[in-house]
Nanobody, 127 residues
Framework: QVQLVESGGGLVQAGGSLRLSCAAS????????MGWFRQAPGKEREFVAGISRSGSSTYYADSVKGRFTISRDNAMNTVYLQMNSLKPEDTAVYYC????????????????????WGQGTQVTVSS
């Protein structure tokens, strides 16, 4: 069982930055691929960024590529999402997720590939 707790959300002006953190419980954090998803009101949850177990591989949605950076610190059981050049359309609840359905250094991009989810943190970008 893995418990995930996100933090770092808030209100920011367009063009600003935020860094989200997701702290994981347990001693098996490094065995999980991690990801960030977001859900805006009236929209489906969408993939934002993912990172492999070791951190050697990352993948981003086209909408955030070049602006967001995912990273992890396995010693601290934490995954981060650095968000720069924020836009109003980035406004959503952001969720982190952990999964280990597959062996190897994969990045998971689909919600059903993840086993555990955090409670979410609100990010609001004003224009």
């Amino acid at each position: 069982q893995v418990q995930l707790v996100e933090s770092g959300g808030g209100l920011v002006q367009a063009g600003g930055s935020l860094r989200l953190s997701c702290a994981a419980s347990g001693r098996t954090f490094s065995s999980y691929a991690m990801g960030w998803f977001r859900q805006a009101p009236g929209k489906e949850r969408e993939f934002v960024a993912g990172i492999s177990r070791s951190g050697s591989s990352t993948y981003y949605a086209d909408s955030v590529k070049g602006r967001f950076t995912i990273s992890r610190d396995n010693a601290m059981n934490t995954v981060y999402l650095q968000m720069n050049s924020l836009k109003p359309e980035d406004t959503a609840v952001y969720y982190c997720a952990a999964g280990r359905k597959y062996s190897g250094s994969f990045v998971y991009t689909a919600w059903y590939e993840y086993d555990y989810w955090g409670q979410g943190t609100q990010v609001t970008v004003s224009s």
